[in-house]
């Protein structure tokens, strides 16, 4: 039973709001800016939240349809996270984690990450974030076929459209072609199969043909890199900020059996789809079957509440480095000052422990299917090419009805749906030609049925400029 109430935020605040404004204009650079608009003043500067809503600086309140980004799980302003992560921050807030040094959070924390995860992945390695646990995953797969003679093991599997962070390394791993720009990214021993998303509403060959297609590219392209040569299989269970692409059924088991013929470590970044988005603590299993050697978990471990990331790791995979580390050099040399982080662990304790009183997981598997079956109304409106997701993730995707994909009329119409929802007091993430919803944990019914109320005022404005030749 979810306990929260979201009430409306009652509160003035007395900041300057134009003050913010410039300050946010003439300092921050923030992640993913436009950098042609760097400088106006255009920032959303968001103050305070409570249960699924959050409100502005200009006292404005919203219905955060995103989630923060993908984190939120038990709500905004909750009391209960607020004390855990004070008590901590009195307490304790920071020590070394390095070498044989430990915090009672983080030990308590890994003890119950491992409770919580499939299989034998009983072993934590804390990071700071999800594209540090995705970089550190990579590194224990070079260091664990090194350790076993096998230097040359290095290459990397991903996917067009994955998105797996912003380090220079998750950066190389990522597949969206849009955040390609004026960075270097490592390519030598990186390789991209195709984008797997499967919408059946609008895909002209069935879910088994497309399943047969991508998994002969998959075995075609490891005999082509040579299976002696790669060291891992990096991929999303469903790809979120790619465009929630949903691969076809038996894709992620299928994907998963090929690695282990060819002896490749299968890491399962659910950064989005684990702490419940798709209804449980982990999906890899849960859902999809697979027993992955690594789980990568960030944003909704901490609710969003504190900074953290982990590499949940088979006791395989670290037994055998453990007999394996050659005798001169053992040291597992990776980490971060702020690696399991006390108050971040605090934070992250607490908030399973919530999530597990509170049932949020079968809260999720409850209102998940409704939010789907609702969004998928919005398939009513011309201008909707496709609603898609799982649970709570999902996006709505836009078209001018000429041609699909994220041309330039097509963004501009998604973006105009956006800015209507936002000014009807709904947030939703644009990205490219697509609208993003993956809204708190928490999230009731009544608040779907308003999620949809508001898009559908949008994209009936959206379509009505549409036609005037508004949209450019
Ligand atoms: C699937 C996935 N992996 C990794 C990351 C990177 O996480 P972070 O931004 O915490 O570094 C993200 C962030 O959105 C993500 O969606």
Request: aromatic letters at 8%; hydrophobic letters at 40%; one cysteine or more.
């Amino acid at each position: 039973m979810v306990t929260i109430k979201d009430t409306m935020i009652d509160s003035t605040d007395t900041q300057d709001h134009e003050d913010l404004l410039a300050a946010d204009a003439r300092h921050l650079l923030h992640p993913w800016a436009d950098l042609g608009s760097l400088g106006e003043e255009n920032a959303l500067v968001v103050q305070e939240g409570k249960g699924v809503r959050v409100r502005d600086s200009q006292g404005k309140a919203y219905l955060d349809a995103i989630g923060g980004m993908w984190c939120m799980t038990v709500g905004y302003g909750h009391d209960e996270m607020a004390d855990a992560i004070a008590d901590q921050a009195r307490q304790m807030a920071y020590y070394t984690p390095f070498g044989d040094v430990s915090s009672e959070p983080a030990v308590r924390l890994a003890e119950m990450l491992a409770e919580l995860s499939p299989g034998d992945l009983n072993r934590v390695h804390f990071t700071t974030c999800g594209s540090t646990a995705i970089d550190s995953a990579v590194r224990i797969a070079h260091y664990y076929f090194t350790s076993h003679g096998k230097p040359e093991k290095y290459h990397i599997l991903s996917r067009r459209n994955a998105y797996h962070g912003s380090t220079y390394l998750a950066a190389s791993l990522c597949g969206k072609s849009a955040d390609r720009t004026h960075f270097q990214y490592e390519s030598d021993f990186i390789h991209h199969l195709s984008s797997p998303g499967y919408d059946a509403d609008i895909s002209e060959i069935s879910a088994e043909e497309r399943l047969r297609e991508l998994l002969d590219e998959m075995e075609a392209e490891i005999l082509k890199v040579g299976p002696e040569k790669i060291a891992c299989f990096v991929a999303e269970p469903i790809l979120a900020s790619g465009g929630v692409l949903t691969p076809p059924p038996g894709y992620q088991k299928a994907t998963w059996e090929l690695c282990q013929k060819y002896d490749i470590l299968y890491i399962s970044d659910e950064v989005v789809t684990g702490f419940g988005r798709l209804g449980h603590f982990f999906a890899s299993e849960a859902r999809f079957g697979i027993l992955p050697d690594m789980i990568i978990t960030a944003k909704g471990i901490t609710s969003g509440y504190q900074p953290l990331g982990a590499v949940l790791i088979s006791d395989r995979l670290t037994e055998a480095i453990g007999e394996a580390a050659p005798d001169d050099k053992p040291v597992f040399s990776n980490g971060y000052t702020y690696s399991g982080h006390p108050v971040a662990c605090a934070a992250a304790i607490k908030n399973i422990e919530i999530m597990k009183r509170d049932d949020i997981c079968g809260h999720v598997r409850e209102v998940g299917p409704y939010f789907m079956e609702r969004l998928r109304e919005l398939r009513k409106f011309p201008i909707v090419y496709a609603v898609r997701g799982d649970h709570l993730m999902a996006c709505v995707e836009c078209w001018t009805g000429e041609e699909k994909g994220p041309n330039a009329e097509n963004m501009a119409l998604a973006q105009r749906v956006d800015a209507y929802c936002q000014e009807a007091g709904l947030i939703v993430r644009p990205y490219e030609n697509l609208c993003i919803l993956s809204p708190p944990l928490i999230v009731e019914k009544s608040d779907i049925d308003q999620i949809v109320t508001i898009m559908e005022g949008a994209l009936d404005r959206a379509m009505r400029d549409l036609k005037a030749g508004d949209i450019v």
